[in-house]
């Protein structure tokens, strides 16, 4: 991405499973695990749903209906506008250097997958809005999923 070239499916496959593996690891210190990333595309989403699966030694998702004090897996999916994706990307390139450039915001977005109604572990947030209020929207879900966990 520094190069100005978009990550592949396979560029990203590696690191979306150490990410969920590191996630599900940590939670054996702890009781709640955020792990924050761009998981863009249906199909990364369900290397961390298939992590957890297998964490929770269930090999039918579609039959389990009860909480059974295994991991729960819940997206929150925060949603912008790719004017104001390539806007903050900008910003954060020039007060942090980070490495993927403005250019690249087009390619995120070609290949993002909003979640559906068939991915009800996705909780969408809007946030074409000010820092604070993605803040504060995103611990009210949090805070809603904790409620019921």
């Known amino acids: 991405m520094a190069a100005g070239v978009p990550l592949t499916d396979d560029d990203r496959a ?18 709640l695990v955020v792990v924050a990333c761009s998981a ?3 199909k990364y ?5 298939t992590a957890v699966d297998k964490a929770n ?3 039918d998702r579609s039959v389990v209906l009860a909480d059974t004090g295994n991991i ?4 929150i999916f925060l949603y912008m506008s790719q004017k104001k994706a ?9 007060s942090t250097g980070h490495f993927m450039p ?7 977005f070609d290949i993002l997958e909003m979640p559906n109604e068939k991915e009800p572990d996705c909780h969408i947030f809007d946030s074409n809005v000010g820092v604070e209020e993605v803040k504060d929207g995103t611990l009210r879900i949090l805070d809603a999923l904790l409620a019921h966990a």
């Open 72 to 75: 729960q897996l819940d997206f």
């Open 14 to 31: 590696g690191w979306l499973a150490n990410l969920a593996a590191a996630g599900i690891e940590a939670l054996s210190e702890s009781s």
């Open 86 to 94: 390539k806007k903050l990307v900008r910003a954060r390139a020039l």
């Open 40 to 42: 863009l595309k249906y």
């Open 57 to 59: 030694n269930v090999e």
């Open 45 to 49: 989403r369900e290397v961390f749903r």
């Open 102 to 108: 403005a250019s690249l915001v087009s390619s995120q």
